[in-house]
């Protein structure tokens, strides 16, 4: 079975550009999240959805970065305008509905901002 | 709230040897407990996890941890370990009702000739 699939895996870019990190979670997982992963800060919960709504956001840091989740099977993190201190990991996990805790991770985005 | 303490940052042991790594949470209910293994370039896989019941929970690639309520810890153990168990170490806590897992900030395991 195909884990959590995130494209791309790699992306550079200018400041000031638009970046779009995409995610495939684990067909029948209801939940779906977000996370930035850095050496300063570890590993942040950026927002999670439940069932393509979001249901937490409070991670997101500020208006430049958006999320959505359009159906099931697809999502979306957008950074506008990006900036150097956007440079991390982006993860994306997915997990049952009905399983408690256990998410499982996709492979990773990793970003750098010029 | 919840959070997770990983004291050591970096570790470093033989192969052939025994290997525990320490997680401390903090969390008013009955908490539900993660170890998560990342290797370069790679995403958090899970090894093991502990929701109830037997403390000493058995994982994945010989990992086992053991929950002790008294020292509020999660320790992961593993008596002899392997080149490939070289990676970086994540505990988590959650709870029923709360969707987020709360991680720590890691431990990096090096593993010597």
């Known amino acids: 079975d195909a884990g959590v699939i995130q494209s791309p895996r790699h992306e550079v870019t200018e400041m000031g550009q638009e970046v779009t990190l995409r995610c495939k979670p684990i067909?029948?997982?209801?939940?779906l999240f977000w996370y930035r992963q850095t050496m300063m800060r570890g590993l942040e919960l950026l927002i999670y959805?439940?069932?393509?709504?979001?249901?937490?956001d409070s991670g997101m840091p500020e208006d430049r970065f958006s999320a959505k989740m359009p159906n099931a099977s697809f999502s979306t993190l957008k950074i506008q305008p990006s900036e150097p201190r956007d440079s991390a990991v982006y993860f994306c996990?997915?997990?049952?509905?009905?399983?408690?805790?256990?998410?499982?991770f996709g492979p990773g985005t990793r970003l750098t901002v010029l | 709230a919840q959070s997770v303490t990983q004291p050591d940052i970096h570790i470093t042991v033989s192969e052939g040897a025994s290997l525990e790594l320490r997680c401390n949470y903090s969390?008013?209910?009955?908490?539900?407990l993660f170890w998560y293994v990342q290797s370069p370039g790679q995403g958090l896989q899970l090894l093991l996890k502990?929701?109830?019941?037997?403390?000493l929970v058995q994982g994945i690639k010989g990992f086992e941890a053991e929950f002790k309520r008294s020292q509020s810890s999660f320790n992961l153990r593993k008596p002899s370990v392997h080149w490939s168990d070289a990676a970086e170490y994540f505990c988590?806590?959650?709870?029923?009702?709360?969707?987020?897992?709360?991680f720590g900030t890691g431990t990096r395991l090096t593993i010597i000739p």
């Open positions: 067909s029948g997982h209801d939940y």
């Open positions: 988590a806590v959650g709870a029923r009702g709360n969707e987020k897992l709360t």
């Open positions: 959805f439940n069932n393509n709504v979001p249901i937490d």
């Open positions: 969390y008013g209910a009955t908490p539900y």
């Open positions: 502990y929701f109830s019941g037997d403390t």
């Open positions: 996990a997915s997990r049952p509905g009905l399983a408690v805790g256990e998410q499982f």
